[in-house]
């Protein structure tokens, strides 16, 4: 980040009061229970800079605490796109590598009388919350000895109960206007193979339990989190106050703001349903902001990191326009795309000076002009109107990298549509005011487009439950295309600049191996003002 934004302020100012630089740490904590996101890159970035900043570990820490949506396959993915992106963790690290000593300080607290067994369900726990207008109702439990409660908790941890029958609670404060700080549960009973440590716990421990609990083991100076968890903060303290027994320094938890994008969701269990109800393919849908259908899409590592860079550090919600990470796209892809010559609506012409094949040079590669090709539809007009300077019955244009050509008349089918339209080139220099891209219709090479447009027609579908309600059914169209052959050997690491339209990538996934069905993602035209996802 180039201005210093405010978390550095406070990382400057806990050295200057004496935190040693060798303490600092920082760690990014993904739930491996979907994809990551271009929220995520937010978070990424920031700990990964901070890290590059002072010179300290950045860690990748899996915040893998519930067995029932997790799996390797998010592992694999979640490491796949962090590594795409450009950002190196230093240590991996899971949070059930910490089971044990979780487990361990647990006891620790019911020892100091500040966790308890509760044997109500969780539906009257949450009763007796109330809310934070009025007085919380303690759990009959609660006054439970201290010995019961370690015998209860072994028996929890050995799997003697069933799911929902009991739960260990941190003793607070049922009074307090934080409803977090209201005896919150440490741990639950899930009864479900965990893909990391399988069949060994029946007990789990929730996120405010683990997660500052794994800060600290870990050594981590500065816990970013976003904003939704400052009401956690208090509890995330008051954890730390009672197992400090290490004497490592404890960690202190910041929050920022979220990155949240017009037109589009940034949620992991919104893109579950989108997945579940088919309206997408996978978590790698081109539609999707996810990082893996980002790239897919065509995005680049450069336009998403430069975006994520702008956008900067706040603490301030807001919603950021796609429009800002379209221009650092363009600005990518214009540097590293290839020019094809592509034609999508083909309109035939026919030059009635010409028989032979003749190889023409385009950027570094012979390409064939041969008696008919074809150019776009819409480059040509029968009945020509001002300041239409493209093809039109007796006007010159300017073929690319080829000839000028005047159109003398049109061929109609029996059906009054345009068969061809007969044409003489010629072979003067002179400037005009249109350049045509074209094809040669016998070496064409006919291939498929997917063309993309908002997944929503809702500003903040975000904000909305039924958001699924809100789709555009256009969001991703198909179309043909007829290309030069340089596209034959197509690869999906090249970008492509489609002549005249925009930027295009191959879509690996419905292109066969032997490249003989082509497919591509468009990934932005050079047009369109505000970018779709
Ligand atoms: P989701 O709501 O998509 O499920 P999450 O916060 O549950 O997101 P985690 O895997 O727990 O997903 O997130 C890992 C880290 O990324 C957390 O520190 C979280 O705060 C951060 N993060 C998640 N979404 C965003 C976002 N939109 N903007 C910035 N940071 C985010
Ligand atoms: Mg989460």
């Excluded at 429009?323 to 650092?328: K, P, R």
């Excluded at 007969?422 to 400037?431: E, G, N, T």
Aim: glycine fraction near 4%; charge should be positive.
């Amino acid at each position: 980040m180039s201005k210093t934004n405010f978390l550095e302020k406070i990382i400057d100012k806990d050295i200057k009061n004496g935190l040693p630089k060798k303490n600092l740490s920082f760690r990014f904590p993904p739930e491996p229970n979907g994809f990551l996101h271009l929220g995520h890159v937010k978070s990424i970035y920031l700990n990964y800079s901070l890290a590059r900043k002072y010179k300290c570990p950045f860690i990748l820490r899996f915040d893998d605490t519930n067995p029932i949506n997790e799996e390797t396959k998010f592992i694999k993915a979640i490491k796949k796109d962090i590594n795409w992106l450009g950002f190196k963790w230093c240590k991996e690290t899971y949070a059930s590598d910490y089971f044990v000593e979780l487990y361990k300080l647990a006891k620790k607290l019911i020892l100091q009388g500040k966790a308890f067994v509760d044997s109500q369900t969780k539906k009257k726990i949450k009763e007796q919350r109330r809310s934070s207008y009025e007085d919380g109702i303690e759990s009959p439990y609660r006054k439970r000895s201290i010995y019961d409660n370690l015998e209860l908790f072994k028996k929890m941890k050995n799997g003697c109960f069933k799911e929902g029958e009991c739960v260990l609670r941190a003793k607070i404060d049922m009074n307090s206007p934080n409803i977090n700080l209201r005896d919150p549960i440490m741990y639950r009973i899930i009864k479900k193979k965990h893909y990391k440590t399988g069949k060994k716990w029946f007990i789990y421990p929730t996120y405010d339990w683990a997660h500052g609990q794994n800060d600290y083991l870990e050594k981590i100076s500065h816990s970013l989190c976003t904003l939704e968890f400052q009401h956690n903060k208090p509890l995330y303290n008051w954890f730390l106050s009672k197992i400090k027994s290490y004497g490592h320094i404890l960690p202190k938890q910041y929050e920022f703001s979220r990155l949240n994008l017009n037109y589009s969701i940034m949620s992991k269990t919104k893109m579950k349903v989108l997945i579940e109800k088919q309206i997408v393919d996978n978590w790698d849908d081109p539609r999707l902001p996810t990082i893996s259908g980002l790239r897919r899409r065509g995005f680049t590592p450069d336009a998403i990191c430069n975006f994520i860079k702008e956008i900067g550090i706040s603490k301030r919600e807001n919603n950021i326009d796609i429009y800002l990470l379209e221009f650092y796209l363009k600005k990518n892809l214009a540097k590293i795309a290839e020019q094809v010559m592509v034609v999508f609506n083909p309109l035939t012409l026919k030059i009635e000076n010409l028989n032979e094949t003749k190889w023409l040079r385009f950027k570094d590669r012979n390409i064939p002009f041969s008696k008919e090709i074809y150019i776009e539809s819409k480059d040509f007009i029968e009945n020509k109107k001002d300041k239409f300077w493209r093809l039109s019955i007796g006007q010159k244009v300017r073929l690319k990298s080829a000839f000028t050509i005047k159109a003398k008349s049109i061929i109609k089918k029996k059906n009054g549509s345009i068969k061809y339209i007969l044409c003489k080139i010629y072979k003067d220099k002179s400037k005009y005011k249109a350049t045509l891209h074209w094809v040669a219709k016998k070496y064409s090479l006919p291939i498929k487009i997917n063309l993309y447009g908002k997944l929503f027609n809702i500003k903040c579908p975000e904000k909305i439950k039924n958001f699924t309600d809100y789709i555009n059914k256009k969001s991703r169209i198909q179309v043909n295309a007829f290309a030069e052959q340089f596209l034959r050997n197509a690869n999906s690491k090249t970008k492509y600049q489609f002549l005249r339209n925009g930027y295009f990538c191959l879509d690996n996934k419905s292109t066969n191996k032997n490249n003989s069905k082509l497919v591509f993602n468009k990934i932005i035209s050079f047009k369109q003002k505000r970018f779709n996802i």
